[in-house]
């Protein structure tokens, strides 16, 4: 499975962008998918992760009410809605995918994105 992320760029706090994660390779229709995001001179932390069958989502404290994710098993993407963006949310945002239920953890996803920077101007 090859994921492509995209959408990122530089926005002004308050602003919105939506990311999109395409999967090539192989159908990831059964695939939970999870959107991380390091900062410099951070870890990879989690930010928001969802059910194969998109029933099921989950999101991190810091990004819950502003963020949504959501997939289109037809496209083989999924997306992350990004509203109310803070400075605090600049980072490389990496979309990962990964067999069976959806996980906080990046060691436990198989197959990752290359990346695409958030930048968000005060």
């Known amino acids: 499975v090859q994921l492509q992320a995209s959408g990122g760029g530089l926005v002004q706090a308050g602003g919105s962008l939506r990311l999109s994660c395409a999967a090539s390779g192989r159908t990831v229709s059964s695939y939970a998918m999870g959107w991380f995001r390091q900062a410099p001179g951070k870890e990879r932390e989690f930010v928001a992760a969802?059910?194969?069958?998109?029933?099921?989502?989950s999101y991190a404290d810091s990004v819950k009410g502003r963020f949504t994710i959501s997939r289109d098993n037809a496209k083989n993407t999924v997306y992350l809605q990004m509203n109310s963006l803070k400075p605090e949310d600049t980072a490389v945002y990496y979309c990962a995918g990964r067999k069976y239920g959806y996980s906080w953890y990046p060691s436990e996803y198989d197959y990752w994105g290359q990346g695409t920077l958030v930048t968000v101007s005060s």
């Open positions: 969802i059910r194969w069958s998109g029933d099921s989502t």
